[in-house]
């Protein structure tokens, strides 16, 4: 590999001396045989790889590694994620200063090594006492519209879209949990391309941009969660969606044992979606089939397999993207809802990505301060006016996911006991009052803590463990 190579091409910029080592990047590509460019922002290397034929990697080959120290590079990082497979391109985001940007994206030729790499680095501690965060990473092509007029049906607003920007492929709309002949003021719009759908967000982003006479709310949708094959060919849980309020968990367990008798283990129910638990993952499958598409109570009900999410590392994920990788961790389901209309009719994750973005930047929430000058304008807002990541504590979370349901605020009940060395040790049991009739009355961990705002916000983080994503 001669220098030019590393010095970049079409305008990019020279690599930096520096604290880098710009020796160890020239052996790493004589090394590899990949070339180097830095162009744009972000340093490429390969894509493709060296003797590389026929199109790119498809979807869901690349990861997204955030949490990397800002004085390493390729050098350091490129052999450590060599560990997963092989690297068809690895871009690392730069600094005018020559710095990393605490983040990067790196794509494998296979999505088992994208997997892989997720599985055994994510949580990697890849310096002394600092941990990559690692997760998948895929182009976005789907945005959420919000503030849309309920009243309008699926043909309206798909005819809207395609008039105002290009590229529209699909219109995702769901009917009201109390009234079916309504729309719940939103909906997906699936794109061509990522390109498309950035440009129609660029257009429709500013606020001011209104359909039928309404400003309407532009964000990205959240990408829906992937899970491998051998893990859904393990699930036995179905997803139902588009139910009537009123049904009751009796009524569908009972219509979907009427296919084979005794088949459904268990039914869970919030609001207008439920989890039905089957014995057998082959009467799950012949279920779904059957039963996709049905009426109950006189709503068209959506059946799908549940995905499923790791319920030890749920919370822990909490808005920093870190997961300690457990392959024992047991396999549970959460809940989920329009509560968070950004997320498309998927059992979700708690809140890793609660922005929306599918290109994140690096997964830590700022903690910090800012000088206050006299003068500074104060404008008065509410708490509830804010996004999800404003919130650090579950308690808060808690609070602002009631909210954002139209919930009362939950109830906390203080309950004590003594340890056998004399300790007053306490639990905080937790009453949603807006389901408190359901089949869950109250949330209660399993653990006893020794000071008040360990056991508050201890019992915070297991009710929304159990109710599902904001």
């Keep these: 590999m001669n220098e030019e190579n590393i010095d970049g091409t079409n305008g990019g910029s020279k690599v930096r001396t520096g604290t880098q080592n710009e020796a160890a990047l020239l052996a790493l590509m004589e090394k590899t045989g990949y070339s180097m460019v830095q162009e744009n922002g972000q340093r490429k290397f390969g894509g493709p790889p060296p003797g590389w034929?026929?199109?790119?990697?498809?979807?869901?080959?690349?990861?997204?590694?955030?949490?990397?120290?800002?004085?390493?590079?390729?050098?350091?990082?490129?052999?450590?994620f060599e560990r997963a497979g092989k690297i068809y391109e690895f871009r690392l985001m730069m600094e005018f200063s020559g710095e990393n940007r605490g983040y990067a994206f790196v794509m494998y030729t296979t999505k088992e090594e994208a997997q892989l790499a997720i599985r055994i680095l994510n949580n990697y501690e890849i310096r002394p006492g600092k941990f990559i965060g690692v997760c998948v990473s895929l182009d976005n092509c789907r945005l959420f519209i919000g503030a849309i007029p309920?009243?309008?049906?699926?043909?309206?607003?798909?005819?809207?879209?395609?008039?105002?920007?290009?590229?529209?492929?699909?219109?995702?709309?769901?009917?009201?949990?109390?009234?079916?002949?309504?729309?719940?003021?939103?909906?997906?719009?699936?794109?061509?391309?990522?390109r498309a759908a950035a440009m129609a967000r660029r257009k429709l982003i500013p606020g001011t941009f209104q359909l039928w006479g309404h400003t309407i709310q532009v964000d990205w949708a959240d990408p829906e969660k992937e899970v491998d094959e051998e893990t859904m060919q393990r699930v036995k849980v179905l997803y139902v969606r588009n139910l009537m309020i009123s049904t009751t968990e009796e009524t569908i367990k009972s219509e979907f044992n009427k296919f084979k008798p005794g088949a459904v283990e268990r039914v869970k129910k919030l609001r207008d979606y439920a989890f039905v638990h089957f014995f057998n993952r082959e009467d799950a499958v012949a279920a779904m089939s059957v039963m996709n598409g049905r009426c109950i109570d006189g709503a068209g009900i959506e059946v799908t397999l549940a995905k499923p999410v790791n319920k030890e590392n749920t919370w822990r994920q909490h808005l920093n993207g870190q997961i300690s990788p457990n392959p024992e961790n047991l396999i549970v389901f959460a809940n989920k809802e329009e509560s968070h209309p950004k997320t498309l009719g998927k059992p979700p994750t708690l809140p890793a990505r609660l922005n929306g973005q599918h290109s994140p930047s690096?997964?830590?929430?700022?903690?910090?301060?800012?000088?206050?000058?006299?003068?500074?304008?104060?404008?008065?807002?509410?708490?509830?006016?804010?996004?999800?990541?404003h919130f650090n504590s579950a308690v808060m979370h808690l609070d602002y996911y009631c909210n954002k349901n139209n919930w009362a605020p939950p109830e906390y009940y203080l309950y004590s006991t003594t340890s056998q060395d004399g300790k007053v040790l306490l639990v905080y049991k937790i009453v949603i009052p807006a389901i408190a009739n359901g089949s869950q009355s109250y949330f209660m961990p399993d653990k006893l803590c020794t000071t008040i705002e360990d056991a508050k916000e201890l019992a915070a983080q297991?009710?929304?463990?159990?109710l599902g994503p904001f």
Excluded: Q, W
Excluded at 70 to 76: G, I, L, S, T
Excluded at 362 to 389: D, Q, V
Excluded at 462 to 466: G, I, N, Q, R, V
């Design 53 to 80: 034929e026929g199109p790119p990697p498809p979807r869901g080959c690349e990861v997204f590694v955030g949490k990397i120290p800002r004085d390493m590079y390729e050098d350091e990082l490129v052999p450590v």
């Design 150 to 194: 309920k009243e309008k049906k699926k043909e309206e607003i798909l005819d809207e879209m395609k008039k105002v920007t290009e590229g529209v492929v699909d219109v995702i709309v769901y009917p009201s949990a109390t009234d079916k002949t309504k729309n719940r003021g939103f909906a997906f719009v699936e794109y061509e391309s990522h």
């Design 362 to 389: 690096p997964p830590e929430m700022e903690r910090c301060t800012y000088p206050f000058f006299p003068g500074t304008k104060l404008t008065p807002i509410s708490m509830y006016s804010l996004k999800a990541n």
């Design 462 to 466: 297991f009710t929304l463990l159990h």
